[in-house]
């Protein structure tokens, strides 16, 4: 078809110039001689233009200007994807750290009791331990009272009895002196309680 169109546009111009160049004097465009040449020329000229137009470079602009948009609206609904996926990553990413901090308050909860426990556990074992110490301590400083109080009540009992016997320059009775100092000890101990 472009063929076609070349070689008529080709004969007309041809054919057109033979015609202005018939022009010999003055200015052909007011000598109503050439006036039907020009109106050809005019009509011809014009109507190229528009085919031309119409036909090639309107249809390439139509195209550039559809594949324009075409790709305008595709960069559109791709950054549109990409925006839904940022936010359904930040949505996740966001839940992740949620989670985490969740399960580290958690954990934390769960050591803190667990230590609360242990300490209780070590405070009372402690507690135990020195009441059985305490216990024992008593136990003993109670057969030390016993013991040392009849060694002393012995001892006593002697120094008294030689006491007596230095004063009087008789003996006493071993088991009157005895019996007396238990009963004084006896009393000092209930006081002393």
């Known amino acids: 078809m472009m063929k076609s169109f070349c070689l008529a546009f080709g004969f007309v111009l041809g054919f057109g110039i033979k015609?202005?160049?018939?022009?010999?004097?003055?200015?052909?465009?007011?000598?109503?001689?050439?006036?039907?040449?020009?109106?050809?020329?005019?009509?011809?000229?014009?109507?190229?233009?528009?085919?031309?137009?119409?036909?090639?470079?309107?249809?390439?602009?139509?195209?550039?200007?559809?594949?324009r948009k075409s790709k305008v609206i595709g960069d559109l609904n791709e950054a549109q994807k990409f925006k839904e996926n940022?936010?359904?990553?930040?949505?996740?990413?966001?839940?992740?750290?949620?989670?985490?901090?969740?399960?580290?308050?958690k954990i934390i909860s769960e050591?803190?009791?667990?230590?609360?426990?242990?300490i209780k556990n070590k405070k009372q074992k402690f507690l135990n331990e020195i009441?059985?110490?305490?216990?024992?301590?008593?136990?003993?400083?109670?057969?030390?009272?016993?013991?040392?109080?009849?060694?002393?009540?012995?001892?006593?009992?002697?120094?008294?009895?030689e006491v007596i016997k230095q004063l009087i320059g008789s003996e006493a009775n071993a088991s009157n002196v005895s019996a007396i100092i238990e009963d004084i000890s006896k009393r000092k101990m209930v006081e002393n309680q």
């Open 131 to 161: 009441k059985e110490e305490l216990l024992s301590v008593e136990n003993e400083i109670q057969n030390l009272k016993k013991s040392s109080i009849s060694s002393v009540n012995k001892i006593a009992a002697e120094i008294s009895s």
């Open 111 to 118: 050591n803190k009791k667990k230590l609360d426990k242990d």
């Open 86 to 105: 940022a936010e359904k990553k930040l949505k996740e990413y966001n839940k992740i750290i949620d989670d985490a901090k969740n399960e580290a308050k």
């Open 19 to 67: 015609l202005a160049v018939g022009a010999e004097s003055g200015m052909p465009q007011l000598n109503p001689e050439f006036w039907a040449a020009q109106i050809f020329w005019l009509i011809f000229i014009f109507s190229s233009l528009y085919i031309i137009l119409w036909k090639i470079f309107l249809p390439r602009i139509m195209n550039s200007i559809e594949n």
